[in-house]
Every structure is written in C-alpha cells, then in structure tokens.
C-alpha cells in the first residue's frame, strides 16, 4: 500500500459516509414534515424514497399516533440536553421513539434513547413502557423495532464524561 492509496481510500469512505448522512437527514427531516403536517410529498431519490417508504409502512402497520416529534429534552440532574425524535401511542401505550437510518443497529443507540427518556421524565413525562429505535432501510424500504430492556443512563453519563475530558485535552494540549 502506498500512501496515495491510503488516502485516496480515506477520500473515498468520507465522500461515502457524507452521502449516507445526507439521505440519513433528508429522511428525517420528511418524517418530521409528516408528523406535524400530514403533508406526503415524496421525494425523487431512491433511497429517501426507500426509508420513507419504511416509515410509513411502520406507521401504518402499528397505527402509530403522533404526539409529538423533534423535542428538545434536558436533564437538569445531569446536565445534558437532547432533541427526540417522536412520542407516540403504540398499542394504546405511549412510547419515546427514536429513528435510525443507518445500515444496522449500534448499541450506542440504546444510551442516547435512554437519556432521551430520562430527561424527558425529569421535565415529566410519563410513559408506559421502555423506548423504541425505529430503523428505516435506505436499501430495501423495510423497517426494523428494537424495543429496549431497560433503561441504561450510567455508561450514557460515564461515555459523556469521557468525551468531556478529552475536549479538555484538546483545548489544553
């Protein structure tokens, strides 16, 4: 490997995640659209078409009744603030939601939903079981639910207080 390889490949990864964010955001923002207006215009890109698609299939087959989307959430306990991305009733329950485009799940996605809840708690919401992630396949149109366990704030504060620490590092190194 030479390292005109290497950073040819660097190039070509960021060129590709950046395109990955780009429909990740455009298909968040149509779903926010949705959520507060109704409005169902859809978009000429395939794979926005695709994780709408996803979307409202999962809307409609879980009869998903929006209460809100896009609220923003602080935890004045723990000093963080965030912004989730639905709540809804599900089954006659009302549930926090949060949406992922990516390829697969992360376990990470189960700390941030989980202070999403904390926080919203805190501020006095109640809800009547654990969040959910809603994962929208950009490839397929397909959606897949992963129903938390439990509730998991401590590693989403110690992972909050690592990266406070290495902004210091920076800012001092």
């Given at each position: 490997l030479?390292?005109?390889?290497?950073?040819?490949?660097?190039?070509?990864?960021?060129v590709v995640?950046?395109?990955a964010?780009?429909?990740g955001?455009?298909?968040?923002?149509?779903?926010?659209?949705?959520?507060?207006?109704?409005?169902?215009?859809?978009?000429?890109?395939?794979?926005?078409?695709n994780?709408?698609?996803a979307?409202?299939?999962?809307?409609?087959?879980?009869?998903?009744?929006?209460?809100?989307?896009?609220?923003?959430?602080?935890?004045?306990k723990?000093?963080?603030?965030?912004t989730?991305?639905?709540?809804?009733i599900?089954?006659?329950?009302?549930?926090?939601i949060?949406?992922?485009?990516?390829?697969?799940?992360?376990?990470?996605?189960?700390?941030?939903?989980?202070?999403?809840q904390?926080?919203?708690?805190?501020?006095?919401?109640?809800?009547e079981?654990l969040?959910?992630?809603?994962?929208?396949?950009k490839?397929?149109?397909?959606f897949?639910?992963?129903?938390?366990?439990?509730?998991?704030?401590e590693?989403?504060?110690?992972?909050?207080?690592?990266?406070?620490?290495?902004?210091?590092q920076?800012v001092?190194?």
């Amino acid at each position: 490997l030479t390292e005109e390889i290497i950073s040819e490949s660097k190039k070509a990864y960021n060129v590709v995640r950046e395109a990955a964010a780009d429909i990740g955001s455009r298909t968040h923002a149509w779903c926010e659209a949705y959520i507060k207006t109704g409005e169902r215009t859809l978009p000429d890109d395939e794979k926005v078409l695709n994780g709408i698609t996803a979307f409202l299939k999962w809307v409609d087959e879980h009869k998903v009744k929006f209460i809100s989307s896009e609220r923003m959430v602080y935890s004045r306990k723990h000093h963080y603030i965030g912004t989730l991305d639905a709540e809804a009733i599900i089954d006659d329950k009302k549930v926090l939601i949060d949406f992922k485009t990516s390829s697969g799940y992360r376990n990470e996605y189960a700390l941030q939903v989980s202070a999403y809840q904390v926080a919203a708690e805190e501020e006095g919401s109640r809800y009547e079981t654990l969040p959910i992630i809603v994962r929208f396949d950009k490839l397929t149109g397909s959606f897949s639910i992963t129903k938390l366990g439990s509730i998991e704030i401590e590693p989403f504060l110690a992972a909050k207080e690592v990266l406070l620490w290495a902004r210091k590092q920076k800012v001092s190194g």
